[in-house]
């Protein structure tokens, strides 16, 4: 168990410009999380994916967010033309079980600021 | 929908006593699940402890338990015997237990300091 990696862990770019993040979950873990945690504020839930199957996405995921996972092992979210709003830590999660066992494990997120 | 609310931001404690996290929540669901997480300056979320809205005993997992009061919505951590090590952001959060709503909810956090 080498525990949830997520690359980079700092980006830093221009406003406008389009980053992405990669994470990948603990093998053998078919849930995968995206969450985005901003200065002083808990994680918010963007979105939810069971293997390869996006299965919620959060209001918060505008148009100019995607995530993807595309064999069912890591995973990738890009944000388009990013914003200074965009400034933040976005976490990633893996479990391996069916609620109400499931335990989530966490990365150590990518921190991201928008100049 | 649900909202998580921790009213202190930070806290403080001597090394060896013991501290009091405070947390309330708003559900209309009768059943849920119920988490604190520790977030150390690695950033890394930690599972501390969980308790399921069901069972009427509290949760425990070593030096760290809890105060469910369900018709309250309230869910307090006690840590017993604080250590250096337990210096961090702790977040409650809250999940409903609705199939496919995996998503946690969490509150602002609490930033506790453990003082030598």
């Known amino acids: 168990d080498t525990g949830v ?12 410009q ?10 053998e873990h078919n849930r ?23 299965l919620e996405k959060s209001r918060l995921l505008s148009d100019r967010f995607s995530a993807e996972r595309p064999k069912g092992s ?15 830590m976005y976490l990633c999660a893996s479990s391996g079980r069916v609620a109400p066992n499931e335990k989530l494990f966490f990365g150590s997120g990518t921190q991201l600021s928008v100049l | ?13 001597q090394e060896a006593e013991t501290v009091t996290l405070s947390c309330t929540y708003d559900t209309s669901e009768s059943d849920y699940y119920l988490f604190w997480y520790k977030q150390p300056p ?8 969980r308790q399921e809205a069901y069972k009427q005993q509290n949760a425990t ?17 006690k840590i017993s015997d604080s250590q250096l090590g337990d210096a961090a952001m ?27």
């Open chain 1, 5 to 16: 990696s997520q690359d980079p862990r700092h980006k830093i770019t221009k406003r406008g």
């Open chain 1, 18 to 27: 389009n980053v992405t993040f990669r994470c990948d979950p603990i093998s």
């Open chain 1, 32 to 54: 995968l999380y995206w969450y985005r945690q901003t200065l002083g504020q808990g994680p918010e839930f963007l979105t939810y994916f069971q293997n390869e199957a996006q």
């Open chain 1, 74 to 88: 890591f995973s990738t979210l890009e944000i388009q033309r990013t914003e200074q709003g965009d400034s933040a």
């Open chain 2, 1 to 13: 929908a649900q909202t998580v609310t921790q009213s202190q931001p930070e806290m403080s404690v």
């Open chain 2, 42 to 49: 690695s950033r890394q979320m930690i599972l501390v402890i």
């Open chain 2, 61 to 77: 997992e070593n030096r760290f338990s809890v105060n469910f009061q369900k018709a309250a919505k309230s869910f307090s951590l």
């Open chain 2, 90 to 116: 702790y977040f409650c959060a809250y999940r409903s237990p609705i199939q496919g709503a995996q998503k946690l909810v969490f509150g602002q956090g609490t930033r506790l300091t453990i003082n030598p």
